[in-house]
């Protein structure tokens, strides 16, 4: 550990040096603001990001956008539209970002994984190995302690592939942003949301296949009298779709936040304008370091568990309904024997 810190000391120490050595030549030098925006933000430009230095140019996917997607006038020019404004302005942008390459380096990489380390000796029910015990102890950890828990014993299996694709892919995104010239791919709102939307529909139809679709209408009128019903149904809506909403924005933020602290801190050297600054702000950006990743474990856990939980409420509704079927055919059967 403690090579390991005087060996990433010595390393931005270094970079410092050459950086401050360096600050008189040609070209405009990006700030630390500019670095760490720039490092989180997306873009189909594949670059080797250097310190706050000019990143080394390795190419360029074309942008592929469907619609109307004509260049306007902007503050830095002619700009195409992309992303949320561009969608609004009916422009549809499937460009290849490098966010996308850590999706699917993150899908090989784990299909990958789980090729190599699972069972699949189904004549040997133990797996032998330390890495077919740790697969083995994460699966039955979300079967047991968040399918089965949150959903029951009897529904929980059902939604056990879901729920394990969800936690390793989130955990394969977040452990891939903390290798060096990676990206997170967690850190991007589109992803998150894309997440959160998969989540959204498979809720959905747990409630619609445990409660039926009259029930599960019905449940959007809270089981208040008809008169109430423009009032309560808008209110129901509202709260189907701020469960989404929280998982987007839970998993977005902790993932940018934590790689901004940490940039900011080995930023400290450049803005004090010292190397020395480094004695202090390497230490805590390495400390920030190991408290990512358990982060990219506690929010893979997180989103796992408020899917579970979510999918849970979902077919407790089917459970509710059939309660109060049994209760009003008790009651009937009691006023037929009165």
């Known amino acids: 550990?403690?090579?390991?810190?005087?060996?990433?000391?010595?390393?931005?120490?270094?970079?410092?040096?050459?950086?401050?050595s360096g600050g008189h030549g040609e070209g405009h030098e990006p700030s630390v603001p500019d670095y760490i925006l720039h490092h989180v933000s997306d873009t189909n430009d594949f670059e080797l990001e250097v310190p706050l230095s000019q990143p080394i140019h390795l190419g360029a996917i074309p942008p592929i956008r469907i619609?109307?997607?004509?260049?306007?006038?902007?503050?830095?020019g002619m700009v195409a539209p992309s992303g949320w404004s561009g969608l609004l302005q009916g422009c549809l942008d499937l460009s290849i970002t490098?966010?996308?390459?850590?999706?699917?380096?993150?899908?090989?990489?784990?299909?990958?994984?789980?090729?190599?380390?699972?069972?699949?000796?189904?004549?040997?029910?133990?797996?032998r190995g330390t890495g077919a015990n740790l697969i083995e102890m994460l699966v039955l950890f979300v079967r047991d302690?968040?399918?089965?828990?949150?959903?029951?014993k009897e529904d929980g299996p059902r939604y056990v592939p879901y729920l394990l694709?969800?936690?390793?892919?989130?955990l394969a995104m977040n452990l891939l942003g903390l290798v060096?010239?990676?990206?997170?791919?967690?850190?991007n709102l589109a992803v998150t949301a894309g997440l959160a939307i998969c989540t959204f529909v498979v809720t959905q139809a747990a409630g619609i296949r445990s409660a039926g679709l009259g029930g599960y209408l019905k449940h959007l009128?809270?089981?208040?009298?008809?008169?109430?019903?423009?009032?309560?149904?808008?209110?129901?809506?509202?709260?189907?779709?701020?469960?989404?909403?929280?998982?987007?924005?839970?998993?977005?933020?902790?993932?940018?936040?934590?790689?901004?602290?940490?940039?900011?801190?080995?930023?400290?050297?450049?803005?004090?304008?010292?190397?020395?600054?480094?004695?202090?702000?390497?230490?805590?950006?390495?400390?920030?370091?190991?408290?990512?990743?358990?982060?990219?474990?506690?929010?893979?856990?997180?989103?796992?568990?408020l899917s579970a939980l979510f999918i849970g409420m979902a077919v407790a509704t089917g459970h509710h309904h059939d309660d109060h079927g049994h209760a009003e055919s008790d009651h009937g059967h009691g006023k037929a024997h009165a």
């Not at 709260?239 to 940018?256: C, Q």
Request: proline letters at 5%; glycine letters at 6%.
């Open 165 to 170: 694709t969800a936690f390793f892919f989130i």
């Open 98 to 127: 490098k966010h996308t390459v850590m999706m699917w380096l993150a899908a090989v990489l784990l299909l990958g994984t789980l090729l190599i380390w699972s069972n699949r000796d189904k004549t040997k029910l133990v797996p």
């Open 180 to 187: 060096p010239w990676m990206a997170t791919a967690t850190g």
């Open 221 to 305: 009128t809270g089981g208040v009298h008809w008169s109430l019903w423009p009032i309560m149904i808008p209110v129901e809506i509202l709260g189907l779709f701020t469960k989404p909403f929280a998982l987007t924005m839970r998993l977005f933020a902790n993932m940018l936040a934590g790689h901004i602290v940490l940039f900011f801190l080995i930023g400290l050297i450049f803005i004090l304008g010292h190397p020395a600054v480094a004695v202090i702000s390497v230490p805590f950006a390495f400390a920030i370091y190991l408290l990512e990743l358990f982060v990219a474990f506690v929010q893979a856990y997180v989103f796992t568990l």
């Open 145 to 152: 302690e968040m399918a089965i828990k949150n959903i029951g």
């Open 67 to 76: 619609g109307s997607c004509e260049p306007v006038m902007t503050d830095h």
């Open 1 to 20: 550990m403690r090579k390991a810190m005087v060996l990433f000391a010595s390393l931005f120490v270094a970079t410092a040096w050459a950086s401050e």
